[in-house]
Each structure stands twice: as C-alpha cells, then as structure tokens.
C-alpha cells in the first residue's frame, strides 16, 4: 500500500500516456477513466484511437506490476441529441483478448450515466435506494422520536437525493417528478400523513 502522493507520482506517466494518445483522463483512487469526444462522421478512426490507448495503458501497468481488471471495465457511448443514438457503436472493444461491450449506463462516482445522457438510470436508481431506505425506516417509525426519525430520514434518505443533484439540472418534468415522490413519501411517513392526504412544498422542507 502506498500513500496518496506517492500513488500520484506513481500514475502520473499513466496520465501523460493517456494525453499522447489525444484523449483524457480522469483518476479516483485506483479507477482511471479514458474519455473523448467526435463527430459521427470519425467515429470509426475515433473507436481505433481508444483501442489502441486502452492497449497501451494495459501494457503500462503490467509493466508497472499492476493489474488491470477486464472484469470490471466499463465502455459507453453518448450521443447528443438522442435522434444521434443511432451511429452509437454496438462492438465490442477489445483490451487484450478481453471483449468489453458497450453499456447502456455506467456509475461514476455513484452517478448513473446513460448513453443518450438523459439521466434517466440515475434517477431510476436513486429513487428504488431512497424507497429501499424508508421501507426500512419505517419498522422503526412507532420506536423513536419524530425529531429523531426526522434525522434519520434526511441523513439516510434526502441525502441521496441530492447527492450530485447539479446534474439534474433542466431534467423532464416526469422525471423530477418520481424525485418528487421521494420527498412526498418520507414526509408522510415523518408525520404520519395518510396517502390521500395533501403534501405541500412547505411541508417537505426537511432541511
């Protein structure tokens, strides 16, 4: 095990090899993230550059008595506008002799990212979390406080809500809707409020 800084200075090559390749990188602990952009009409040549730079940053870090987890790899495509989605590649990309699909979504720092970057994973995603957390919540609701169960429901719950909410921004009303209801359920279960009866912004202000 090494530090941060010396795991810093020992990836920085890493870094500069991802660069040479005319791409980006992004580095979270041990994840390192390749990134780049092109017009449709370069996708081919664009897929053949993060091929070669995937095989190029395998071969460092064997060379560097590192593993690289084929396993665990992700490839995704995005295309904006969604009418674009159809030049989005359906090969796999090989990093070795080890195919690696292209997915629908990937997580990146518990973000939900979908291809056509319409955040619909991430939203769908947080809210089954958030409604796992107060089914469980509530076989304790009668046992505690509601102040306290209060704080249990906004440390537990609209924290995951609005964790990295900034991507969110200018989402469909249908889906900052089913966020909605999030806020809507933990209020009702805080105070006790029956399905039927109304919930008010000011009501759902647990902050």
């Known amino acids: ?5 010396l795991f810093v200075l020992y990836t920085a090559d890493l870094i500069a090899l991802v660069k040479s ?15 780049g952009s092109c017009s449709p009409s370069h996708l081919d040549m664009f897929l053949s550059v993060v091929t070669d730079c995937v095989n190029a940053v395998a ?14 790899t992700e490839f995704i495509s995005c295309a904006v506008p969604v009418r674009r989605q159809h030049y989005l590649p359906i090969v796999a990309l090989l990093i070795g002799s080890s195919p690696v699909t292209p997915s629908s979504a990937v997580r990146d720092l518990s973000v939900y990212i979908d291809s056509g970057l ?15 957390v107060l089914r469980q919540l509530r076989t304790v609701r009668l046992q505690v406080p509601t102040l306290v169960f209060q704080s249990l429901v906004i440390a537990l719950v609209l924290s995951l809500s609005d964790y990295c909410n900034s991507v969110l921004f200018g989402l469909p009303a249908n889906l900052i809707q089913r966020l909605q209801s999030v806020q809507n359920a933990a209020a009702r279960l805080i105070f006790r409020i029956r399905r039927s009866e109304h919930i008010t912004p000011a009501l759902i202000s647990l902050h």
């Open 21 to 35: 390749c005319g791409l980006s990188t992004h580095l979270y602990a041990e994840d390192t993230q390749i990134f």
């Open 59 to 72: 071969d460092w870090v064997r060379s560097n008595r590192l593993q690289l987890n084929s396993d665990k």
């Open 118 to 132: 319409m955040m619909q994973s991430h939203v769908r995603q947080t809210v089954s979390r958030c409604f796992a």
């Open 1 to 5: 095990m090494v530090g941060p800084i």
